[in-house]
């Protein structure tokens, strides 16, 4: 069974810091790019960041580059992926879902149809 459980969000001031995480366990996870996305209230769930399986690239929608920063560990039964999120602005205020890209040859797609393991959403909150 695939699992991806998302968890680290809550209620920070504007210009804290959050770390978000992401276990992922069920698939060989190890071998496919993993992401974070985020939807604000009446809004599209958008791309935040992404890296591939080795954690040889990485990549980030423009609002968040220079603040967030990805990263992930390989593990034979489990796999974690992380976002730091440095100097945080309201409009960062969104609920944090991390995913697993559906293709081993995934090459920096932004689109979320290019993941298909969703985790659950974690609340991030950016008081001004």
Known sequence: QVQLVDSGGGLVQAGGSLRLSCAASGRTFSSYAMGWFRQAPGKEREFVAAIDWRSTRTY????????????????NAKNTVWLQMNSLKPEDT????????RSVDYSGSYLPDDFGSWGQGTQVTVSS
């Open 60 to 75: 980030y929608t423009d609002s968040v580059k220079g603040r967030f920063t990805i990263s992930r560990h390989n593990a």
């Open 94 to 101: 969104a609920v944090y879902y991390c995913a697993a890209a």
